[in-house]
């Protein structure tokens, strides 16, 4: 039962999240080696999967066809963005900008009703600098993985963030709005980094390393974030 009720919990905020709710049963002691366990896990993931699809069904009145139809609308809406490189999109929203904001730009909009107003929307990195940042994150974050590759829970944790990279970066699916879904995943950086510092406790060189490189991020983190703040309350300040 706490599957089922964590796979429409979950799923039900964002459908796309509900196959992480699986992954956890994947690590499970002796799963793959006793019959039962096996067996157990596999009921309580059809179970939990048959539940989400059933009440979901009944949301949109058994109309499953609609399902294709917001699908497609959905992607077009969300992935469709053909000015902007994917790979500066993946980095510049994708792993950065729930963390280190990048420019604003502000668009005239209109609700089609005619009503103008302005609107903030981020743009990709303007200088080499924060590209510089997320390399130096992301290469923090998978040594982190590859130096506890035998814990289970960093293996739960890293596959969640693949599938997130498979949905995002791979099908493009909302990949120039990460301020939508960041929190599904942005999570990831500080256990990541806390398994990496703690991994490296009995070695006072790395760990003096790990630290000045850590420092040197948040500093930059602090400074860069508290501009785009800045901007952010200028803009609220002059429009609204």
């Known amino acids: 039962m706490a599957l089922a009720f964590s796979g429409i919990a ?22 793959f080696k006793s019959r039962k366990k096996f067996g157990n896990a596999v009921f309580r ?109 960093v293996q739960v944790i890293m596959i969640s963030f693949l599938v997130d990279i498979v949905i995002h970066c791979i099908m493009k699916f909302g990949l120039h709005t990460s301020y939508i879904y960041g929190g599904h995943f942005v999570f990831v950086y500080p256990l990541l980094l806390g398994w990496l510092f703690y991994s490296y406790r009995q070695s006072p060189k790395i760990l003096s390393l790990l630290t000045s490189v850590f420092c040197i991020l948040l500093a930059y983190l602090v400074t860069n974030n508290y501009l785009r703040m800045t901007e952010f309350f200028w803009f609220m300040d002059k429009y609204y």
């Open 10 to 31: 979950i799923g039900g905020i964002t459908i796309t999240n509900i196959s992480k709710i699986f992954i956890p049963v994947a690590f499970e002691k002796d799963v």
């Open 45 to 153: 993931t059809i179970f939990t999967v048959v539940c989400f699809v059933s009440f979901y069904l009944y949301r949109i009145d058994f109309k499953y066809k609609n399902i294709f139809n917001k699908t497609n609308e959905q992607y077009e809406k969300f992935s469709n963005v053909k000015s902007t490189p994917t790979w500066d999109m993946i980095l510049s929203y994708f792993f950065g900008g729930n963390i280190l904001f990048s420019n604003f730009i502000i668009r005239d909009k209109h609700n089609m009703q005619g009503f103008d107003y302005k609107g903030l929307v981020m743009d990709v990195y303007s200088s080499f600098v924060p590209y510089i940042f997320i390399g130096i994150l992301l290469v923090l974050i998978f040594w982190s993985y590859f130096k506890n590759f035998k814990n289970r829970l």
